[in-house]
């Protein structure tokens, strides 16, 4: 995700905001579609960006004893194994985040590339029905993926709750 396709997706939203910013005209909404695919190439530089934070906090214990010499790891176990929970945890944090950036990306990506499928006012019969037929796909790939990118959390936030609460266990 941070170390391929995120980089990979924010070239190609970038690259088409530039196409669509030297074609506007040939649009229907030049401006929405622009809208859509900068946030798109945010989110996926974004999630780069909270990638490279998240990796500097995930290392193993075998990275410990290679960083510090055996006295050194005897001499302060406790620390380092309360050290290395502690980046484990910020790990999983930004790890987090980088991954409602990728999600927010596609999101983002999908909506601009049905916006930016959207037939002209004026088209053919049945090359506008084809188009709009393909802006149902994106569409559809935005929601999709919205809903795919909420169900894990939601579901664990109310699998929460309930144990909290003295629920049903599953």
């Known amino acids: 995700m941070t170390n391929v396709a995120a980089p990979l997706l924010a070239g190609f939203s970038i690259v088409t905001v530039g196409v669509v910013s030297a074609d506007g005209d040939k649009f229907r909404w030049p401006g929405a579609v622009l809208l859509c695919l900068t946030s798109a190439a945010f989110m996926f530089v974004s999630c780069l960006q909270l990638g490279f934070h998240a990796r500097r906090h995930l290392y193993s214990w075998a990275d410990i004893t290679a960083w510090w010499t055996e006295d ?6 406790d620390l380092l194994r309360v050290e290395q929970h502690a980046d484990f945890q910020l790990w999983g944090r930004w790890r987090r ?7 927010a990306g596609m999101v983002m990506l999908w909506a601009g590339v049905a916006l930016a499928l959207v037939p002209p006012v004026r088209s053919t019969l049945p090359a506008g029905q084809l188009r709009w037929a393909a802006v149902a796909v994106a569409a559809a790939a935005a929601v999709v993926e919205a809903v795919w990118t909420a169900y ?5 936030w109310i699998r929460r709750r309930q144990v909290l609460a003295g629920g049903a266990h599953e």
């Open 97 to 103: 985040w980088a991954h409602a950036a990728y999600s």
């Open 72 to 77: 050194e790891v005897h001499d302060h176990l």
């Open 152 to 156: 894990t959390p939601v579901r664990h």
